[in-house]
């Protein structure tokens, strides 16, 4: 079974990288998205989050390849969520989301 749901998501690189996989290029890229709130004592805390996009767009991989979307760029993604349920040979079910980028938009730096 395999459901697509879309996504938009905006975060800063942590690493990208482009690679052939059985003849087809795919492209990776990490994004961090970090959250800040404070406890119940009024103290500052942080938790960052790290998500991994496949890309399959030859655009995207070609940004890769050209080293524009590097560590440290601050990007936004769109594309699918794509819901992958299978069962293996021994008949055990496994289940995937993977997030598969259609496109990237630059942004500018957020303040501190």
């Given at each position: ?7 938009t ?20 890229i ?28 030859p ?54």
């Amino acid at each position: 079974m395999h459901t697509n749901m879309d996504f938009t998501g905006k975060g800063f690189i942590g690493s990208s990288e482009a690679k052939t996989v059985n003849g087809t290029k795919i492209g990776t890229i990490r994004i961090a998205k970090t959250d800040s709130w404070k406890d119940k004592d009024g103290e500052k805390k942080e938790r960052t989050h790290w998500f991994t996009i496949t890309c399959f767009n030859p655009a995207i991989i070609e940004m890769i390849e050209k080293g524009w979307l590097a560590k440290g760029r601050y990007i936004e993604v769109q594309g699918d969520l794509r819901d992958n349920r299978w069962t293996d040979k021994d008949g055990d079910e496994h289940f995937d989301v993977q997030l598969v980028a259609d496109k990237v938009n630059f942004l500018e730096r957020k303040p501190s």
